[in-house]
C-alpha cells in the first residue's frame, strides 16, 4: 500500500469524480477552500497519485475509514460509482455525508439526486453559488 500523509480523525474526505481536468481542478478548487479554512482535507487525487489498482481501493479505504466526515460531490447525469461507493461505505460506517450537487441539470429521482444518496446524506447542498460557504457551516456543525 503506497504511504500516506499522517491524518488524523478530524480529516474530511472530499469523494468526487477524478477523471477530468475539470474535475480534478474543481475538487483542487474545494480543497484549498477547506485547508485555507482550517481543515485536513483527504484527496484521493492526491493521495493515489502515484497507486494503481488494488493500492488505490486501499489508500482510499484508509483515507474513508480514518474520516470524520465525507463531502461528495455528486454532479453529472449520474453520480460517479466511485464517490457513490464512498458514500455508501461512509453511512454505513456512521460516518456523515453532506452531498453537493452544483449541477442545475435535472436527474435522479429526488431533487436532483439519487434517492440513496440523497435520503442517506446528513446534509445536501443543491445548486447554491454559495456551496462552499455551506459545506463551511455544516462541518463547524459536525467536526468538533
Same mark, same amino acid.
Given at each position: 500500500?503506497?504511504? *500516506? !500523509?499522517?491524518? *488524523?480523525?478530524?480529516? %474530511? ?12 481542478? $474543481?475538487?483542487?478548487?474545494? @480543497? &484549498? ?12 487525487? +492526491? &493521495? ?5 489498482? &488494488?493500492?488505490?481501493? !486501499? ?10 466526515? =465525507? =463531502? ?16 455508501? @461505505?461512509?453511512?454505513? +460506517?456512521?460516518?456523515? =455525508? ?5 449541477? $442545475? ?7 436532483? $439526486? ?8 446528513? !446534509?445536501? %447542498?443543491?445548486?447554491?453559488?454559495? $456551496?462552499?460557504?455551506? %459545506? ?7 467536526? =468538533?
Amino acid at each position: 500500500m503506497q504511504q *500516506t !500523509k499522517m491524518i *488524523t480523525k478530524q480529516h %474530511i474526505y472530499l469523494a468526487a469524480p477524478l477523471f477530468t481536468k475539470g474535475e480534478r481542478d $474543481f475538487n483542487l478548487s474545494v @480543497y &484549498e477552500y477547506l485547508t485555507t479554512n482550517g481543515y485536513q482535507v483527504f484527496l484521493p487525487q +492526491q &493521495e493515489c497519485e502515484q497507486a494503481e489498482g &488494488e493500492d488505490i481501493y !486501499k489508500t482510499c479505504l484508509y483515507g474513508l475509514r480514518s474520516a470524520a466526515v =465525507v =463531502v461528495a460531490i455528486v454532479d453529472g447525469a449520474d453520480a460517479d460509482s466511485g464517490t457513490c461507493w464512498e458514500c455508501g @461505505y461512509a453511512v454505513s +460506517q456512521g460516518i456523515p =455525508v453532506i452531498a453537493v450537487r452544483t449541477d $442545475f441539470r435535472g436527474s435522479g429521482d429526488t431533487q436532483g $439526486f439519487n434517492a440513496m444518496i440523497y435520503y442517506s446524506a446528513t !446534509k445536501v %447542498i443543491d445548486g447554491s453559488d454559495r $456551496f462552499l460557504e455551506e %459545506i463551511l457551516s455544516e462541518l463547524q456543525v459536525l467536526v =468538533v
